[in-house]
């Protein structure tokens, strides 16, 4: 069974920047097939997906980080890595990652950004 695992949340001044890192279990051609995506969830607002990357490298941004946020993989290592610049404190949140389709959001990694 596959599963992810976030780190690298943390506290950040506003303009900061932080990297985060999502990094599966199990095999890696399992992992290499599949888009992970990385959403986010503030304290009594929705869900929101932020950024996806699929297999061939195809990358989606939500309005909300385009521009500051940028996604990427190394199917070598079953990471995925979400760097977040010009963090604002509107980007405070727990921050998700997922093999869309195969697995649930993993427990997340907490952000939090100061003005």
């Known amino acids: 069974q596959v599963q992810v695992v976030e780190s690298g949340g943390g506290l950040v001044q506003a303009g900061g920047s932080l990297r985060l890192s999502c990094v599966a279990s199990g095999s890696i051609s399992i992992f290499s097939s599949r888009t992970v995506g990385w959403s986010r969830q503030a304290p009594g607002k929705q869900r929101e997906v932020v950024a996806t990357?699929?297999?061939?490298?195809?990358?989606y941004y939500a309005d909300s980080v385009k521009g500051r946020f940028t996604i990427s993989r190394d199917n070598a290592k079953n990471t995925v890595y979400l760097q977040m610049n010009s963090l604002k404190p509107e980007d405070t949140a727990v921050y998700y990652c997922?093999?869309?389709?195969?697995?649930?959001w993993g427990q997340g990694t907490h952000v939090t950004v100061s003005s």
């Open positions: 990357v699929t297999s061939g490298g195809d990358t």
């Open positions: 997922a093999l869309l389709g195969l697995t649930s």
